[in-house]
């Protein structure tokens, strides 16, 4: 979702299987679509832990691109994974990881941290669930188009599970 001209890119999954979950995922993504532009994803993050305590909870993963000063923030509690891919033209060509903290939003929320990091144009943010394997950036590269860099994440790395998802975001600036 876009706010200004700021962009919130998140992927939440509820704990365990069925309507619980499901509800538990809407609710998180319902206080999500709240964000308004001014506040820290870690007050998002609280309040969908507030909006989620009588749920079995969510893993929940966030980024905001902000063009204003070139950096995006992202914060992950649980196991959805995250990786930044670099576009060529960065020096530092290595992806980028999302720390998790352990926990569960609802349930178990850690102390929270975001980290912020600078970003260029033709970046690529990657984010996938526990049905993918963890080692899923091997052999990725910036420069495929991102719906093909998820289908071939979860051709190539799913795991046969039914929670297998991959999402990428191309930052355009």
């Given amino acids: 979702m876009t706010v200004g001209n700021r962009a919130l890119v998140g992927v939440v999954q509820g704990q365990g299987r069925g309507a619980e979950a499901s509800t538990a995922a809407k609710r998180a993504v319902s206080e999500i679509r709240e964000y308004i532009g001014d506040e820290t994803l870690i007050s998002v993050v609280r309040r969908c832990h507030a909006r989620l305590r009588d749920t079995d909870g969510a893993a929940l993963s966030l980024a905001l691109f902000q ?36 926990g569960v939003v609802g349930a178990q929320l850690p102390g929270l941290l975001t980290s912020t990091i600078p970003i260029v144009t033709g970046d690529v943010l990657v984010f996938t669930t526990q049905g993918i394997d963890r080692n899923f950036v091997e052999g990725l590269s910036v420069d495929d188009d991102p719906q093909r860099l998820c289908d071939s994440i979860v051709a190539h790395q799913g795991k046969g599970l039914d929670n297998a998802l991959a999402i990428a975001v191309r930052y355009i600036g």
């Fill in 67 to 102: 063009p204003d000063n070139s950096t995006m923030t992202w914060i992950g509690i649980g196991n959805i994974e995250g990786c930044l891919l670099r576009a060529r033209t960065t020096l530092a060509r290595r992806p980028e990881t999302l720390l998790l903290r352990a």
